[in-house]
């Protein structure tokens, strides 16, 4: 439904901008408003550890090989961008990937949280991220051609998961749940080649350690765009999230790396 509801917005922008005509193609460091709605074909690889809450060391385990997750698919993608002044803007964007999967317990146990799933048990799990960025964008450098800005976003983050066994004998379930906001800087840059074409990048990582909470989350991408309506451009491009946390807190100890990347497609309407 979530992909249905995607490609139904993405195609009315882009009707809506259709009608919309310009004198000029004005220039993509210039524009005051921009959405863009796409997919994302994403390749991801992630590792679990979910230590027990009487601080017995997790299986540390692949989501992708011993949960069975998907470790290719599609994916909605949207972002927005507001100019409050010639040189400050307010970007917005918001990611989300839900996989599931099954598999069966190999020879080894497999220690997860507060849960033990004996070999030859049926896993079903699924695990769940989700991301909504908020940053502040300001241009040192602004022209008709190019625009440079330093960043600085907050991106707030849930992650759950949830791994049972469901069969006549045995009825085991874990689920765990982190979620918190999450501070990046980095730069955000276009170049407009010519009137119709322009390129755009973005890399935003921070690395924090707190107490005993050990966690880094980074951004980054990249685009090429085609305008072939003054306030309608078509892209391709690249992008990518790597996440890390670590803990050794005593509610929530553990370890969650994710590492998701792909080519995009999208659709962007700009005023």
């Known amino acids: 439904m979530m992909r249905i509801a995607s490609l139904t917005l993405l195609v009315s922008f882009a009707l ?4 919309v005509r310009a004198d000029d193609y004005l220039s993509p460091t210039d524009e005051r408003v921009r959405i863009s709605i796409g997919a994302t074909y994403l390749t991801s690889a992630t590792t679990l550890q979910s230590d027990s809450s009487a601080g017995m060391g997790g299986t540390l385990v692949s989501g992708e090989d011993e949960f069975g997750l998907d470790k290719s698919r599609w994916e909605p993608d949207f972002q927005a961008l507001v100019r409050v002044a010639t040189r400050q803007r307010l970007s917005f964007d918001y990611f989300t990937l839900d996989r599931s999967g099954n598999s069966i317990v190999g020879a080894t146990p497999i220690l997860f949280g507060d849960a033990t799933f004996l070999p030859a048990d049926p896993l079903q799990t ?3 991220l989700r991301t909504l960025g908020i940053t ?3 241009s040192f450098w602004h022209s008709e ?4 800005a ?3 976003g907050v991106h707030a983050t849930d992650i759950s998961s949830t791994v049972k066994v469901q069969t006549e004998t045995r009825h085991v379930i874990q689920t765990e749940d982190e979620s918190g906001p999450v501070p990046t800087v980095g730069l955000d840059g276009t170049w407009v080649i010519s009137k119709r074409f322009y390129v755009d990048g ?3 990582y921070l690395h924090v350690h707190v107490d005993n909470v050990d966690g880094s989350l980074g951004l980054y991408e990249f685009q090429g765009l ?4 003054p306030n309608v451009s ?3 491009g690249s992008s990518e999230i790597r996440a890390h946390i670590a803990s050794t807190q005593g509610s929530t100890p553990g370890l969650f790396e994710f590492n998701t990347k792909g080519p995009e497609m999208f659709v962007r309407v700009s005023f």
């Open 234 to 236: 078509v892209g391709l």
């Open 202 to 204: 973005r890399a935003q």
């Open 136 to 138: 502040y964008e300001y």
């Open 150 to 152: 330093a960043t600085l």
């Open 126 to 128: 699924q695990l769940s």
């Open 226 to 229: 085609y305008r072939y309506r």
């Open 145 to 148: 051609t190019v625009e440079l």
């Open 16 to 19: 809506v901008a259709h009608r």
